[in-house]
């Protein structure tokens, strides 16, 4: 049986209180109750900066024991220095990422949209990758849909990143032993909520997926009025069926 990881990109949203949170509870205590209701979640603000130690170690004493956290690398590496000679930065940043432990998921490298398709630096990048974790790229630019892409990632046992956004969705494949989709909105990015039609659909299409997968993590990023919230509920219903 595939295990199925469904849950949010990022936890700590002003509007999701009264909406999700109850009312009174402190931020503080928002994490252990977003883990009574999900079984992961992705760490997005560690793409804007490096959170300390003590922020990982918190992270971890503060979710249950089969908690999984996917991580975001940071900006520096993807969009600063666009995955030239990375090696030092990408590992200073698994070196923090370990400390979730066990219950460390995938590492995200999300491309910015400019970045065109290059093998040459795909693969440079892939090389200096540290040996801990399981490493997934999401490519925001079409060029990278190519077979021979998929199969540099597949070398390097690397995942694909699936995702869907509005008027695009990516080609829905795995090029390892687990699968990571990311949900950003259909009608408007990071903001609309999706159609029960619409998450019926996908779960078919994961379903498919699933067949030969050992694990499939699903993250929504469409955190306004807390619409990631109820379509990942939904779809964990879908998928449960």
Known sequence: MTQYYIGTSGWHYDDWRDRFYPEKLPKTQWLEFYAKHFNTLELNNTFYHLPSENAFKNWYSSSPPDFIFAVKASRYITHIK?????SD???KFTSRAVL???KLGPLLYQLPPGLRRDDDK??????VLPSEGKHVIEFRDESWFKEEVYEILRQYKVGFCIYDMPKFTSPIIAT???AYIRFHG??????SCYTDKEIANWSEKIKRLAKKLESIYIYFNNDIAGYAIENASTLR????K
């Open 176 to 178: 390892t032993d687990f």
């Open 186 to 191: 259909s009608d408007s990015l990071y903001s």
């Open 122 to 127: 795909l693969k440079e990048f892939l090389k």
């Open 100 to 102: 979730l432990k066990e």
């Open 82 to 86: 666009r995955l030239k000679d990375c």
């Open 237 to 240: 219903g879908y998928l449960e």
């Open 89 to 91: 930065e990408a590992n």
